[in-house]
């Protein structure tokens, strides 16, 4: 009588099968298989080559290119902060030639700041939005700042839309209260009092350290006042 093969002994069968088809599909497929690590290993010395003979370089040349810049902006020597004072590069320049390093994106913010300190709001606009958030402050910043651009063209509806994006960017005991209240006082000037509402609670429960705390109360009081009167 033959003997029974053990549960085993047939998972071993089909182990060794398996890896008799792997074996030959190896074998049947071999130029493809070869072409594709190929290709794979180029792709990615590629990307490393980038990174360390182009990226690098450029980057270093744009943080050494902003810092004249800065100091203008620092001193609020605002037109030669942007445009450059013949010699060292303004922030526009600095978009221009280097606008995908680190440096050139930082210099998109700066550019915002710049155009809204001089009462042009739409370039502050166009600059603070190509700026991609990459500071744990000056992202929430960028946004905060777009709100208040969008406040100064009569914009509401957009500037609370920024304030809430920017209370939310990166939530903290600074940013996030400040623009949480901004966004409130917008919703108030729009009649929006439940929004108003939502936006004061949250520093009232959540931020009650702040110093938009201090006085969060009396706003919820006005805003419910407000609510009842709708009511009515």
């Keep these: 009588m033959a003997k029974k093969k053990s549960s085993g002994d047939e998972r071993l069968v089909a182990v060794e099968e398996a890896l008799g088809k792997t074996e030959r599909f190896i074998e049947r497929n071999q130029k493809i298989i070869t072409y594709v690590i190929m290709g794979v290993i180029i792709v990615v010395l590629g990307y490393f080559g980038y990174q360390r003979f182009i990226v690098n370089p450029r980057n270093i040349a744009a943080q050494e290119q902003i810092f004249t810049a800065q100091k203008y902006f620092e001193t609020d020597s605002l037109n030669r902060a942007l445009y450059g004072d013949g010699n060292a590069p303004g922030f526009i320049d600095i978009i221009d030639d280097y606008g995908r390093t680190k440096s050139g994106n930082l210099a998109r913010y700066y550019a915002g700041i710049c155009y809204m300190k001089l009462g042009d709001y739409e370039e502050a606009i166009r600059h603070l939005e190509k700026y991609e958030p990459a500071d744990k402050i000056i992202g929430p910043m960028a946004l905060g700042t777009l709100g208040d651009a969008y406040m100064e063209l009569d914009d509401m509806r957009a500037a609370a839309r920024y304030y809430m994006r920017a209370a939310d960017e990166e939530i903290n005991d600074f940013t996030t209260p400040m623009y949480l209240y901004r966004a409130g006082m917008t919703y108030e000037l729009l009649g929006d009092y439940k929004e108003a509402l939502k936006a004061y609670d949250r520093i009232y429960r959540e931020f009650f350290r702040s110093a ?21």
Excluded: D, G, S
Aim: net charge positive.
């Design 212 to 232: 938009e705390a201090r006085t969060i109360e009396r706003n919820i009081a006005r805003v419910n006042r407000l609510i009842e009167k709708e009511k009515e």
